[in-house]
């Protein structure tokens, strides 16, 4: 069973966090996702460049988005980012594409950049499913 992006999105109003910090999702596919955020100044560090952990925010949430579009609740259970460049342009988007959808881990590669074309990071994720018979967390 897989979610739909109405789904998805009402159940992750849930998220505070990734709420309070902008961050939308933009699409859904076959086990994969795109969020994006508006670059703000709340996002940035003291040398005016965008917080690595708004950038990792970004990646984990994709990730998150797209692990979860099957059944089961998927939660990260570790990862690893490279930051290449910091963003230029004014949307930061974060894109998880799947390396293996298992039924207990889920791992994915999930590519930040900006709406210039900035390659911001990359980064490998691995979710671990808890319950991958029930129903999707979303109650669908």
């Known amino acids: ?9 009402e159940y992750f109003l849930n998220d505070r966090f990734v709420m309070d910090n902008g961050i ?3 699409s859904i596919g076959e086990d ?6 508006r670059l703000e100044p709340r996002h940035t ?6 917080q ?13 988005v797209a692990a979860n579009l099957r059944s089961g609740v998927a939660v ?5 980012i490279n930051y290449l460049k910091s963003p230029k342009g004014a949307i930061v ?3 998880a594409t799947p390396l293996k959808v298992g039924r207990s881990t889920r791992v994915y590669t999930v590519r930040v950049y900006d709406d210039r074309g900035t390659e911001c990071c990359n980064s490998t994720f ?14 669908n």
């Not at 979710?127 to 979303?138: E, I, L, Y």
């Open 126 to 139: 691995t979710a671990f499913v808890t319950n991958p018979d029930s129903p999707p967390a979303t109650g």
């Open 52 to 64: 690595g952990g708004f950038l990792f925010t970004l990646a984990d949430f994709a990730m998150g």
């Open 76 to 80: 990260t259970l570790s990862s690893s």
């Open 24 to 26: 939308g999702i933009d």
């Open 45 to 50: 560090n003291a040398l005016g460049m965008a």
């Open 93 to 95: 988007y974060a894109e």
């Open 1 to 9: 069973m897989t979610r739909t992006l109405e789904q998805l999105r």
């Open 32 to 37: 994969s996702a795109i969020v994006s955020a």
